[in-house]
Nanobody, 129 residues
Framework: QVQLVASGGDSVQAGGSLRLSCAAS????????LAWFRQAPGREREGVAS????????IYADSVKGRFTISRDNIKNTLYLQMNSLKPEDTAEYYC??????????????????????WGQGTQVTVSS
C-alpha cells in the first residue's frame, strides 16, 4: 500500500499562488490514477484534478480549470498541484489520493471517491480577500 504525504498549504491573499506537493512512499506504477481533492467546512469533498501516471496532462473540475495544474515527478514519486489566481472559494483542506487499479483517468463527482481509496493527510489552504 502506497503512503501519501501532502504539504505546501498556507494562507495567501486572493490572486496569489501556491504549490502543493504529495510525496509517495514507493514507486507509483503507470497504472495509477493520482488526484487532488478538497473539502471546505460544511461542503462535500470535491475532486479538483486528476492525472494518469502514464500521461502528461490532467483533468480538472470546472471550478479550477485554467488556474490549477496537476503534475507528477515519477523519479521523485511526487504529485504536485500548482494553484494560481487563488480565490477565497478555494479555501479548503486539500488531500492527495491514489487509485492504484484505475485504467483511465477520471474525477469522481462531488461527495464520491470511487476507487480513490489511498489517501494522504490534508494540507490547509486559506485564501483571504
Amino acid at each position: 500500500q502506497v503512503q501519501l504525504v501532502a504539504s505546501g498549504g498556507d494562507s495567501v491573499q486572493a490572486g496569489g499562488s501556491l504549490r502543493l506537493s504529495c510525496a509517495a512512499s514507493k514507486y507509483i506504477s503507470s497504472s495509477n490514477c493520482l488526484a487532488w481533492f478538497r473539502q471546505a467546512p460544511g461542503r462535500e469533498r470535491e475532486g479538483v484534478a486528476s492525472i494518469y501516471t502514464g500521461a502528461r496532462t490532467g483533468i480538472y473540475a470546472d471550478s479550477v480549470k485554467g488556474r490549477f495544474t496537476i503534475s507528477r515527478d515519477n523519479i521523485k514519486n511526487t504529485l504536485y498541484l500548482q494553484m494560481n489566481s487563488l480565490k477565497p472559494e478555494d479555501t479548503a483542506e486539500y488531500y492527495c489520493a491514489a487509485d492504484q487499479d484505475c485504467t483511465s483517468i477520471y474525477l469522481p463527482p462531488p461527495g464520491s471517491i470511487y476507487g480513490y481509496v489511498t489517501w494522504g493527510q490534508g494540507t490547509q489552504v486559506t485564501v483571504s480577500s
